[in-house]
């Protein structure tokens, strides 16, 4: 074969690779289109929340891909859809906060179609900062180029969530899989417990890491003005301040409820992707981290589903993780699981034991399992 003949099949390949990744805009656009047509009447707004809804069925159906794109692929046409998931990130948040604003609360009438319209904020721009934001922020802060870590820390900032930057690349990258790590699942723990769990665990380990990093213990140490968790809190506050200053008390609920829906479906993404699963040492097994071959998920989570393999090598681009055999299965994609972890969550363990079992891993490991 000539050369001008595999730069063919080579850019084929790419562009094939870059359309199906470019389904990860979907939810963001669909987002931007719900805030701009809105405020809206109850029936309207039911009508928006749907398809959300149809995610997860679609999640379910779609069929698994085991593929990645070549390691020869350029790597700028898949940058180019974080920068622009980025962008379309921050205008949902300005276009979430006008929308508020114009909300109606002097009949009953108008409170209820209101509420109807902030629980339609809740689904859809919870999903599409969860999905399309916090996953994006996740890709960002792993890469080695600065700019991209900076951007990042602001998605994740955008959420009131910037201490996930040091305790996730620090902390649990580390320690997943131990008794060390708060993002880590445990057998049989629920999802809320994880919650009341997860949360106020790994904000005090971010801090504490970053303590460690500045070696600074004392309040009053000059070399807090370098430490990366207070400068997240500093931000978020003065974002809540502006955000309450400029949209008053209904676009400071809002937000909050967006970002609240947000933040809980990121931490049903932890707990579904290490329950049940440890290990004593701190040595890399892809038997540590649950996958799913779901298209879907690959293509609109930019990558995220090939959990095993990031953690086996963080900063590899997402559209280049590989499908690892080893690890457990989810029992659907991402959506479909998420779905089952937050509403179903008797269910989710129920199946994720059994593919325990039938791996013989985490505490199945060892054992003849009938």
């Not at 445990?186 to 971010?206: C, H, L, M």
């Not at 801090?207 to 009053?220: D, S, V, Y």
């Not at 809980?264 to 992707?273: F, H, P, Q, S, T």
Request: charged content about 20%; aromatic content about 12%.
């Amino acid at each position: 074969m000539s050369w001008k003949s595999m730069a063919i099949f080579k850019t084929f390949d790419t562009t094939r690779d870059f359309s199906t990744h470019s389904m990860c805009l979907i939810v963001p656009v669909y987002t931007s289109l719900f805030l701009i047509s809105g405020p809206h009447d109850i029936w309207n707004a039911f009508f928006w929340i749907l398809p959300l809804w149809l995610t997860v069925l679609i999640d379910t159906l779609s069929g698994s891909e085991t593929r990645c794109a070549s390691s020869e692929s350029a790597g700028w046409p898949f940058d180019s859809l974080l920068y622009i998931l980025s962008a379309l990130q921050v205008i949902n948040v300005i276009l979430l906060l006008e929308m508020a604003v114009e909300l109606q609360w002097n009949t009953k009438s108008e409170v209820i179609t209101s509420l109807v319209n902030l629980y339609a904020v809740k689904v859809v721009c919870g999903t599409s900062s969860s999905f399309s934001g916090i996953v994006v922020a996740h890709e960002l802060i792993h890469r080695r180029q600065w700019h991209m870590k900076c951007t990042g820390r602001f998605l994740l900032s955008l959420m009131l969530y910037e201490h996930f930057f040091t305790e996730h690349i620090k902390g649990h990258h580390r320690n997943f899989g131990t008794a060390d790590d708060p993002a880590t699942a445990r057998f049989g723990e629920s999802f809320e417990s994880f919650w009341r769990r997860t949360v106020p665990g790994q904000f005090r380990q971010a801090w504490q890491l970053e303590n460690k990093r500045l070696g600074c213990n004392g309040i009053l140490n000059l070399k807090l003005v370098r430490h990366r968790v207070l400068q997240g809190v500093i931000f978020e506050v003065v974002l809540l301040s502006v955000i309450t200053w400029f949209y008053g008390i209904v676009g400071i609920v809002a937000f909050l409820i967006s970002t609240i829906a947000a933040v809980r479906k990121l931490e049903a993404v932890n707990y579904i992707e290490h329950w049940g699963l440890s290990r004593e040492d701190r040595g890399l097994d892809a038997t540590l981290s649950w996958d799913t071959d779901s298209w879907f998920t690959l293509h609109t989570l930019v990558g995220l589903s090939r959990h095993a393999d990031h953690h086996n090598r963080a900063s590899k681009p997402y559209q280049k993780l590989r499908c690892t055999k080893e690890s457990p299965k989810l029992p659907c994609g991402y959506f479909g699981s998420v779905y089952l972890t937050m509403s179903r969550n008797k269910r989710f363990q129920q199946l994720a034991i059994d593919e325990l079992k039938k791996r013989r891993l985490g505490p199945y490991q060892g054992f003849s399992v009938p």
